[in-house]
């Protein structure tokens, strides 16, 4: 389980515990998985950053980046994608391995 700001959620993610607003109405539940309009309704009710769900076993957790599977190639075609990519911030990094996973190797 990672937390992600909304601004920073991608389709196809999954919400790791039910989001609810101030007064602890649920606005989705978890397992969810979140759309473009998930976001937008999440920035509408103030909220600024959710548990999403990992693949990673924590118990399984290497020292090593997550990033490490990509080829240097695909990784900075990747990278290309991103303004001000960071490589020392987490959120892009988990960010950046998703879409790996998720997108054709040919882009």
Same mark, same amino acid.
């Given at each position: 389980?990672?937390?992600?700001?909304?601004?920073?959620?991608?389709?196809?993610?999954? =919400?790791?515990?039910?989001?609810?607003?101030?007064?602890?109405?649920?606005?989705?539940?978890?397992?969810?998985?979140?759309?473009?309009?998930? =976001?937008?309704?999440?920035?509408?009710?103030?909220? =600024?950053? @959710?548990? @999403?769900?990992?693949?990673?076993?924590? !118990?399984?957790? !290497?020292?090593?980046?997550?990033?490490?599977?990509?080829?240097?190639?695909?990784?900075?075609?990747?990278?290309?994608?991103?303004?001000?990519?960071?490589?020392?911030?987490?959120?892009?990094?988990?960010?950046?391995?998703?879409?790996?996973?998720? !997108?054709?190797?040919?882009?």
């Amino acid at each position: 389980m990672a937390k992600i700001k909304v601004e920073h959620l991608l389709p196809g993610m999954v =919400a790791a515990a039910d989001i609810k607003n101030l007064d602890g109405m649920l606005l989705l539940p978890a397992g969810c998985e979140l759309t473009d309009r998930h =976001a937008q309704i999440l920035k509408t009710w103030g909220i =600024a950053e @959710i548990a @999403i769900e990992s693949d990673e076993d924590p !118990s399984e957790a !290497s020292e090593s980046s997550p990033l490490a599977p990509i080829s240097p190639d695909r990784l900075t075609a990747l990278k290309q994608r991103f303004w001000q990519f960071d490589d020392q911030n987490p959120i892009h990094l988990e960010i950046l391995r998703l879409l790996a996973r998720r !997108s054709p190797s040919d882009t």
